[in-house]
């Protein structure tokens, strides 16, 4: 089945630590995005790449990095510098072309511990 | 700036009763207008997209309709199973593929 695949499902992170978020695509899709959401909020976009070896960042990036070295993948690392990082962390992907629509992942939960 | 603002935030019917979501933008640009429906703990999963004032488009029991400055997600004779939070977001001609989400509404259907 195609699909975006998020893991884990659930993440503790402990203070200073920096934790690698995983998202794997089999929809030979070029573009990739990773979003937040907090509790009874809208969606915000952290990083997004619309090719292989590039990305950008999005509205809040700060304390987040990202890498895009093949085209199915695309890692989401929370930095110790991320103050704030429980939420819920989403990855997507599309097509690049006019009006593609995002398919997202199921979700990673993060915790503070 | 751009803004995209859903109401109400939560909404709570009884099963049978319409009612519609309101999704405004303040946008520059539109490209398209995307609903989601997101279950809790699961990403949100596409509905609809809109791309120009006048259009509608429909889905069992949901039909999504776009003027120049707000979209709305209509519910007819709904069902318990339809109790999710539903999103509105915004693609810019200037932005690429990327979306701006709203905050959602939280719909709960009861029995």
């Known amino acids: 089945d195609g699909g975006i695949t998020q893991s884990p499902k659930y993440l503790f992170r402990k203070e200073g630590q920096n934790v690698t978020l995983s998202c794997e695509q089999n929809?030979?899709?070029?573009?990739m995005y990773w979003y937040r959401q907090d509790p009874g909020q809208g969606l915000r976009l952290i990083y997004y790449?619309?090719?292989?070896?590039?990305?950008q960042k999005g509205d809040i990036a700060e304390g987040y990095s990202v890498s895009r070295e093949k085209k199915e993948s695309f890692p989401l690392t929370v930095t110790s510098a991320q103050k704030n990082p429980t939420a819920f962390y989403l990855c997507?992907?599309?097509?690049?072309?006019?009006?593609?629509?995002?398919?997202f992942g199921s979700g990673t939960q993060l915790s503070v511990l | 700036e751009d803004q995209v603002t859903q109401s109400p935030e939560a909404l709570r019917l009884q099963e049978g009763e319409s009612s519609s979501l309101n999704c405004s933008y303040t946008?520059?640009?539109?490209?398209?207008l995307f609903w989601y429906r997101q279950d809790p703990g699961k990403g949100p999963e596409f509905l609809f997209t809109?791309?120009?004032a006048g259009e509608e488009k429909e889905k069992e029991r949901l039909k999504a309709t776009l003027t120049k400055k707000e979209s709305f997600l209509h519910i007819t004779a709904p069902k318990p199973e339809d109790s999710a939070t539903y999103l509105c977001?915004?693609?810019?001609?200037?932005?690429?593929?990327?979306?701006?989400f709203g905050e959602g509404t939280q719909l709960t259907v009861n029995p």
């Open positions: 997507a992907s599309s097509s690049t072309g006019e009006n593609e629509k995002l398919f």
């Open positions: 929809l030979n899709h070029d573009a």
């Open positions: 790449s619309q090719i292989v070896n590039d990305f």
């Open positions: 946008v520059s640009g539109l490209r398209g």
């Open positions: 809109l791309y120009s």
């Open positions: 977001a915004v693609q810019m001609r200037t932005s690429g593929s990327r979306l701006t």
